[in-house]
């Protein structure tokens, strides 16, 4: 049996083919969606999913999440004493909802279409098939997100030179592609996003609105939570969500004992998060300037991703196409429901062909600086020379200048990534060049990027004063597993102490009672801490019946005082 995987940011699913439709397959809680996240407990037992989630609040040096950002690079992340790169925290995503399939299917599942976002280069798109690999899983085919939303809704049964338009705002992230369709094969036409713009933000603008307005803080609570949104995310999203379904909703946190409300209304929301929603509409256009459309050319506008439940995105997705966008299967479901598709088309050997397009930049590409914010001067920035999604070959120039008097030489230091900080972003190389001794500022450099299609990189430099040049070239590789590393990983997973399946939602209702214990104080703290005693003494005891009943129970006790959200 092959099934279809959408390996997300923020969350993860599996779905089979059967019966002659896609059907999702639920982990262990009951749930559709696993969140990608992996912790390892004190006693080295491995932790996935929303247990793990849960454990990234109390104790986020064993836990990790968001790691397909960093797929197809060498950055590892320790999780107690081991360290993890992308691929192997992936494989252990993947091999949960692998197990998750073959308890719900009652056989062994080995084969995979695996979903990836259009723009995966080579690099990211190879770590992704080998976290398939280490998990187990013969990856039958990558499959681009786009493309999967499109199977979900038909696109291959559609006429010859059928266009669809993706919309697809996840946790983190924001792709828009526009696909076509001809004889047999989908084209990803055009794609565009922001790999900074997600639902999330969304949920942090609400925060800040609290902190802001909330009558009850005092300053030192503003101070703390302004420092530390880890004490309200998950009370911000909670509000986002419910205003997806209600024209007000009241955020509520408690913080130390005390509760502080504030009510929102939609409309609140929207003035807040009026700029997130100006910034969805440049990667529309470029996405049908690039594929040569005007918007009432689109056959279909699709929604996919969680963060499209939102009715003003939805709101603004309908005036900008005057028409409705299409969003009959749950927007989070579509990806995984098209990776069956294909799945099952591949099961009957009329899987659809996909033409990718390669010729576009899929990253940024820049040097780090500093910059003067009135006194001061803040250092770590990312300046992207070449910007994402820029047509390669392509040749570009930057100046850049001096910052002490007297500066002899200036160090480079290349980057690739998207993140406005220096440093988060993949390093690529050094290059440094010999300045005549100036004022600070009087001194400057050219620094000229060429990137091929084959992905390397020139690197020039020149001193604008004394002419001097130097140069470098930067091969985009190494950042692939070799045969040993990945032989080496696979020992090092299948040594990870696991807990068994029976005991993952034990493991998640322990983990959130340890998250809520954190957050109370006073009685509630008590109770929490009583709840828990009893837990832990019913799981010794080893009755099975017993166990169900005081999961049950512990169930209904977290669930009375945090509402029973589970995200
Ligand atoms: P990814 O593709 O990044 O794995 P998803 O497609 O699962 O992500 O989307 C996750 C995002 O969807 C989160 O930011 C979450 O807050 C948002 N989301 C989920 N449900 C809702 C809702 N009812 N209203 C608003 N946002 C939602
Ligand atoms: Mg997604």
Same mark, same amino acid.
């Given at each position: 049996m092959i099934v279809g995987i959408d390996l997300g940011t923020t969350n993860s699913l599996i779905a089979v083919f059967r019966d002659g439709r896609p059907q999702l397959i639920p982990n262990t809680l009951g749930d559709f969606s696993t969140p990608s996240a992996v912790a390892i407990d004190e006693t080295g037992k491995l932790i996935v999913g929303l247990a793990a989630r849960e454990r990234a609040a109390t104790d986020p040096a064993r836990a990790a999440q968001a790691f397909k950002r960093w797929m197809g690079t060498e950055r590892t992340v320790k999780l107690g004493d081991k360290a993890f790169r992308a691929e192997e925290l992936s494989a252990l995503v993947l091999q949960a909802l692998k197990a998750d399939a073959e308890a719900f299917l009652g056989e062994p599942v080995t084969e995979a279409v695996i979903t990836v976002p259009a723009y995966f280069n080579e690099a990211q798109r190879r770590?992704?098939?080998?976290?398939?690999?280490?998990?187990?899983?013969?990856?039958?085919?990558?499959?681009?997100?786009?493309?999967?939303?499109?199977?979900?809704?038909?696109?291959?049964?559609?006429?010859?030179?059928?266009?669809?338009?993706?919309?697809?705002?996840?946790?983190?992230?924001?792709?828009?592609?526009?696909?076509?369709?001809?004889?047999?094969?989908?084209?990803?036409?055009?794609?565009?996003?922001?790999?900074?713009?997600?639902?999330?933000?969304?949920?942090?603008?609400?925060?800040?609105?609290?902190?802001?307005?909330?009558?009850?803080?005092?300053?030192?609570?503003?101070?703390?939570?302004?420092?530390?949104?880890?004490?309200?995310?998950?009370?911000?999203?909670?509000?986002?969500?419910?205003?997806?379904?209600?024209?007000?909703?009241?955020?509520?946190?408690?913080?130390?004992?005390?509760?502080?409300?504030?009510?929102?209304?939609?409309?609140?929301?929207?003035?807040?998060?009026?700029?997130?929603?100006?910034?969805?509409?440049?990667?529309?256009?470029?996405?049908?300037?690039?594929?040569?459309?005007?918007?009432? %050319? =689109? *056959? /279909? @506008? #699709? &929604?996919?991703?969680?963060?499209?439940?939102?009715?003003? $995105?939805?709101?603004?997705?309908?005036?900008?196409?005057?028409?409705?966008?299409?969003?009959?299967?749950?927007?989070?479901?579509?990806?995984?429901?098209?990776?069956?598709?294909?799945?099952?088309?591949?099961?009957?050997?009329? %899987? =659809? *062909? /996909? @033409? #990718? &397009?390669?010729?576009?930049?899929?990253?940024?590409?820049? $040097?780090?600086?500093?910059?003067?914010?009135?006194?001061?001067?803040?250092?770590?920035?990312?300046?992207?020379?070449?910007?994402?999604?820029?047509?390669?070959?392509?040749?570009?120039?930057?100046?850049?200048?001096?910052?002490?008097?007297?500066?002899? @030489? #200036?160090?480079?230091?290349?980057?690739?990534?998207?993140?406005?900080?220096?440093?988060?972003?993949?390093?690529?190389?050094?290059?440094?060049?010999?300045?005549?001794?100036?004022?600070?500022?009087?001194?400057?450099i050219e620094v000229r990027f060429t990137y091929d299609a084959n992905g390397l990189l020139e690197v020039d430099v020149r001193d604008v004063q004394g002419g001097r040049t130097a140069s470098t070239l930067i091969r985009n590789t190494a950042t692939e597993m070799s045969e040993a590393q990945i032989a080496e990983a696979l020992l090092q997973l299948r040594a990870l102490k696991r807990h068994p399946r029976e005991e993952e939602e034990n493991r998640y209702l322990v983990e959130r009672a340890k998250r809520l214990y954190e957050d109370r104080l006073g009685e509630q703290r008590n109770a929490i801490q009583a709840w828990l005693s009893e837990f832990e003494q019913v799981l010794d005891a080893q009755d099975p019946r017993a166990i169900r009943q005081g999961r049950q129970r512990l169930r209904e006790a977290l669930d009375s005082i945090d509402g029973g959200f589970r995200f």
């Open positions: 770590a992704t098939r080998t976290a398939g690999e280490l998990a187990g899983l013969k990856v039958e085919r990558l499959l681009n997100e786009p493309t999967a939303a499109g199977l979900a809704y038909g696109l291959q049964d559609r006429p010859d030179n059928s266009t669809f338009l993706v919309f697809d705002l996840g946790g983190g992230t924001f792709d828009v592609s526009v696909l076509e369709y001809f004889d047999g094969v989908v084209e990803v036409r055009a794609s565009a996003g922001d790999t900074r713009l997600g639902g999330e933000d969304f949920a942090h603008a609400i925060g800040k609105l609290f902190i802001e307005r909330c009558g009850a803080l005092s300053l030192a609570d503003r101070e703390r939570l302004q420092k530390d949104p880890a004490l309200w995310w998950r009370a911000a999203e909670q509000a986002k969500r419910d205003l997806s379904e209600r024209d007000t909703a009241t955020m509520g946190l408690m913080l130390d004992g005390r509760r502080a409300e504030l009510e929102l209304t939609r409309a609140d929301f929207e003035t807040a998060t009026a700029d997130l929603l100006q910034r969805l509409r440049r990667p529309i256009e470029r996405a049908l300037q690039d594929a040569q459309l005007s918007p009432s %050319a =689109l *056959d /279909e @506008v #699709v &929604l996919v991703g969680g963060a499209t439940r939102m009715p003003m $995105v939805r709101q603004m997705i309908t005036r900008l196409f005057q028409r409705l966008p299409l969003r009959t299967i749950d927007p989070d479901q579509a990806i995984a429901q098209g990776a069956a598709v294909q799945a099952g088309l591949k099961a009957r050997d009329a %899987a =659809l *062909d /996909e @033409v #990718v &397009l390669t010729d576009v930049m899929p990253f940024s590409l820049g $040097v780090i600086t500093s910059q003067q914010v009135g006194q001061q001067r803040i250092g770590d920035r990312f300046s992207p020379i070449i910007e994402r999604n820029t047509p390669v070959p392509v040749s570009r120039m930057e100046r850049y200048c001096t910052v002490s008097d007297n500066q002899k @030489v #200036v160090e480079l230091d290349i980057r690739q990534g998207e993140s406005p900080l220096g440093s988060d972003n993949l390093h690529l190389g050094k290059l440094d060049i010999e300045v005549p001794p100036l004022p600070a500022g009087d001194a400057a």
